[in-house]
């Protein structure tokens, strides 16, 4: 505990790159599942920074992984940047975008600034589908061969544990945040902007901060699952996978709070995939576990593994 | 030298209503300046100018011989920093890091930084975390550090928010009501903490409070502006305010004048022998989780009489009446209703028997007509058409004003009618106890005059009324009974003369000494000391 909270980015790094190898040891067949579970991960951590640490409800989810797939594509094949230099890019590109939504939405909140995120998402699908040869249509575009320096040619393998190790990044990067000044901030703003200016908070800055945060990270999730996918598809980043990521947003808790943010897509994305011999029953396996989490767990997972853990350890137990 | 903050004529109305017309403050270097007034003088308003959050009509501000910044936040960095009215704590964060976020205008690290968790920010967080423990520490907060503070007392909150405010190491420091909600011993130590604050040479310090604890005020305070309608009556030392005929005429109403005229003095007391009373209430105890608010009550309301229950802010007269309805739940003793208990019903089935209560926030549907908001009080009764429309038309009759806006939306109303509106959707009930709290809150002198006959038009009509009031002048007179509420228990009943005594409310409301000290207590109530209690209280809620 005290190593992490002297040297989180050791820590983070050591854990990034053994959980990474481990994964890597996993047979392909199923390693593909879990670089898509380390993807959805980083969403739902992402939006769980931004709906449950600073209150602001958004349903561009499918939007900035859109941006994140098709704008790294772009960069590789129209811009012919190396791979090392497009996705930095992109995530910076899409935490700009992010930010600029954040800004144009400032004065929304609530189920306003929702919709207006859909509508966000609405048009940047419309962009896609008619966007002509530089967004292949309703065809999408397909990835080129993924290429790095002094390494063969990127197999889905490789990208799945680097999905992996991105994830632990990124989980260490929102958990260090949301216990920095400015996670203090967001849910400080969140809980009473009026109290929290006075603290000499700057509301509108901070709440364009956390759209931008949030943003970089499901643009660089939107990277990792085209590669995984080897292309895009503008049929994917629907509004119905955007209420998905809210869902695993909403199980896991929305007190800003990762560890929900890590299970729920354990929960509610890895156990019905796994149990693929489900077939059609997957979907009823999947609505059965949303309702018993959300009736036994009603203020969702981290909550609910923190009434449990302070009784056991008595009411001086850390917040988790 | 001139005065850090100087507000000269300032002026914000709300939709045609003036809440500031020519308030004027002036704050010099170190000086505890206060600020008192009767409710809705503005006082509040004052405040929220003063921190950027309401927008003025007209005259100046300047701090530090600038003009203020636009906006809250800005005007937080410029080092003034304040407590709000009602708690403004954030509920999911540790008392440790509520007051950590008050750091927030001085601490710089940046979101990569603090996503790394560089040097800086490590050095930054430690410094925080050190200065919000020990201020913590300085506003006497009793409990552990790490607690959640959702569940805290009032109190503890109430310090927790002043901390938080130290924290941002403001030039000026602004505290609306700090005292409400504090026991007599936690009063007494924010007032020591003030002091010792203003004297604290390493960082100078500036307070203006407002304040409805007068006596808290003037021992504290080194000058006092005294605000009604808006306006500064006058500002100056304690002694001179405590002088002015003016600030006392605010307080108390005019002499005489405000004094309802064509009202009859109250009746023979209509508790008979032998018939049980509307009401009677043994050895209540109501509070919150397992915090009691009020302790040993004993009160008898026989038909059609008008029983006041006076006592300051937090003495706990909303608890004693929302416990009568169900909300919270009678903890200890009986609730009689014409001899059956009642406190174990539940909220509806306690007001279908026939008791009405009118909170202090008017429960109003203010998105629906005036009608609406009728028709809406009868569900429940399964009244006919007819009958709800001569219960209606017969209550208009009382309130022709209403009559003429029923199909006005009811958050349009005046407070005036406001509290007509309130007041026809309980009697529409046909209720046999009538229960007011705070009906006066908010209401100009004249309204409450012509509150004054309809509750006496009430109890006319043989319904039973409890009032409880902090400013009891006008119900005074009309009333059988009064009884004075100070830290939930009864320390005074029986006529009204003798329980409101002028004298005593006088004394009450401006104190008569200039002492360090805060005045002797009212009576043996305060003896055991209710802070204590509430501690230990919420020490077994928690486990610890």
């Not at chain 1, 002297?6 to 593909?32: D, E, N, Q, T």
């Not at chain 1, 190396?82 to 992010?98: T, Y």
């Not at chain 1, 490789?158 to 996670?183: E, K, P, Q, Y």
Request: net charge positive.
């Amino acid at each position: 505990m005290r190593l992490w909270s002297r040297h989180p980015v050791l820590c983070v790094i050591v854990a990034a790159l053994a959980l990474g190898s481990l994964a890597s040891l996993i047979p392909s067949y199923r390693l593909f599942i879990v670089g898509q579970l380390a993807v959805v991960i980083m969403v739902t951590v992402a939006l769980a920074v931004l709906m449950g640490g600073a209150g602001l409800l958004s349903l561009a989810s499918a939007a900035f992984m859109a941006v994140g797939g098709y704008s790294v594509i772009i960069a590789m094949t129209q811009l012919h940047l190396p791979l090392l230099a497009a996705v930095p890019l992109v995530v910076l590109g899409g935490a700009a975008l992010g930010g600029l939504l954040g800004f144009v939405t400032l004065r929304l909140a609530g189920f306003y600034l929702a919709i207006a995120t859909i509508g966000f998402l609405q048009v940047l699908l419309q962009g896609l589908k008619h966007g002509g040869a530089l967004t292949g249509g309703a065809y999408g575009l397909v990835m080129p061969p993924l290429e790095l320096p002094f390494l063969p040619e990127l197999s889905v393998e490789s990208v799945a544990a680097i999905a992996v190790s991105l994830m632990v990044v990124t989980v260490g990067g929102a958990v260090t945040t949301m216990r920095s000044r400015i996670g203090r901030a967001w849910i400080a703003l969140r809980d009473n902007e009026a109290a929290a200016q006075m603290q000499g908070i700057d509301v509108r800055y901070m709440k364009v901060l956390a759209f931008a945060f949030t943003s970089g990270i499901i643009s660089l999730a939107g990277v990792l699952h085209a590669f995984l996918l080897s292309g895009t598809n503008p049929s994917t980043y629907t509004m119905s996978l955007s209420i998905f990521h809210i869902t695993l947003v909403v199980v896991g808790g929305m007190s800003g709070s990762i560890l929900g943010a890590v299970l729920a897509p354990l929960i509610l994305f890895f156990l019905p995939e796994t149990f693929s011999a489900l077939g059609e029953w997957r979907d009823f396996f999947y609505g059965t576990i949303l309702l018993l989490t959300l009736v036994l767990m009603p203020s969702g997972i981290s909550a609910g593994i923190r009434s449990v853990a302070i009784r056991l350890a008595g009411p001086r137990a850390r917040r988790v | 030298m001139s005065a850090l903050l100087e507000a000269s004529d300032l002026r914000v109305s709300f939709g045609g209503v003036h809440a500031l017309d020519g308030f004027s403050v002036a704050v010099d270097e170190g000086e505890i300046h206060g600020i008192i007034g009767p409710n809705g003088a503005g006082k509040t308003t004052a405040i929220n100018v003063l921190t950027g959050f309401v927008k003025l009509h007209g005259g100046r501000v300047r701090f530090g011989g600038h003009p203020l910044p636009g906006r809250p936040h800005l005007i937080a960095q410029a080092g003034i920093g304040r407590t709000f009215q009602s708690s403004a704590i954030f509920p999911d964060l540790t008392a440790l890091e509520n007051v950590m976020c008050g750091g927030h205008r001085w601490s710089r690290t940046g979101l990569f930084g603090c996503m790394v968790r560089s040097k800086v920010a490590r050095a930054e967080e430690a410094e925080l975390r050190r200065m919000a423990s020990v201020w913590l520490e300085r506003v006497g907060f009793q409990f552990p550090h790490e607690a959640p503070v959702r569940a805290l007392p009032f109190g503890e909150h109430r310090k927790m928010e002043i901390a938080r405010a130290l924290m941002g190491k403001p030039r000026l420091l602004l505290l609306d009501e700090p005292t409400a909600g504090l026991t007599p011993t936690e009063v007494h130590l924010v007032g020591r903490l003030l002091k010792a604050l203003r004297s604290d040479s390493a960082h100078p310090l500036s307070i203006l409070l407002v304040e409805h604890n007068v006596p808290f005020i003037f021992s504290l305070c080194d000058r006092v502006t005294a605000v009604d309608k808006g306006a500064t009556i006058v500002s100056g030392s304690p002694a001179e305010i405590r002088r002015h005929g003016g600030v006392i005429q605010s307080y108390l109403g005019n002499e005489g004048a405000a004094e309802p005229q064509a009202v009859p003095r109250r009746g023979e007391t209509h508790l008979a022998e032998g018939t049980p009373p509307v009401l009677e209430m043994r050895q209540v105890e109501a509070g919150y989780g397992r915090v009691k608010v009020i302790r040993g009550i004993d009160l008898k309301v026989g038909a059609g009489e008008l029983i006041v229950i006076c006592g300051r802010n937090g003495a706990g007269k909303s608890t004693l009446l929302n416990a009568l309805v169900g909300q919270p739940r009678v903890l200890g003793g009986q609730v009689l209703w014409f001899g059956e208990r009642i406190d174990g019903l539940s909220v509806s089935q306690i007001v279908r028997k026939g008791l009405a209560l009118v909170p202090q926030e008017r429960g109003i549907i203010s998105e629906q007509s005036v009608e609406a908001n009728l028709k809406l009080s009868t569900i429940g009764l399964r009244l006919r058409r007819a009958e709800y429309r001569a219960r209606r038309d017969s209550l208009m009759e009382r309130f022709p004003k209403l009559w003429e806006r029923r199909t006005q939306i009811a958050g349009t109303l005046s407070g005036g009618e406001r509290q007509m509106l309130a007041l026809a959707k309980a009697l529409i009930r046909r209720p046999k106890l009538l229960v007011l709290d705070e009906p006066s809150i908010g209401l100009a002198p004249t309204i409450v005059e012509a509150l004054a006959g309809m509750v006496a038009d009430i109890c006319r009509d043989g319904i039973s009324v409890i009032v409880a009031e902090q400013n009891v002048w006008w119900v005074a007179p009309l009333a059988q009974r009064a009884y004075l509420l100070e830290s939930g228990k009864f320390i005074a009943e029986g006529a009204p003369e003798d329980v409101i005594h002028r004298e005593r409310i006088l004394e009450n409301f401006l104190g008569e000494t200039d002492t360090d000290e805060m005045p002797p207590e009212l009576g043996p109530a305060f003896a055991e000391s209710p802070g204590a209690e509430i501690l230990s209280a919420q020490r077994d809620v928690h486990g610890g």
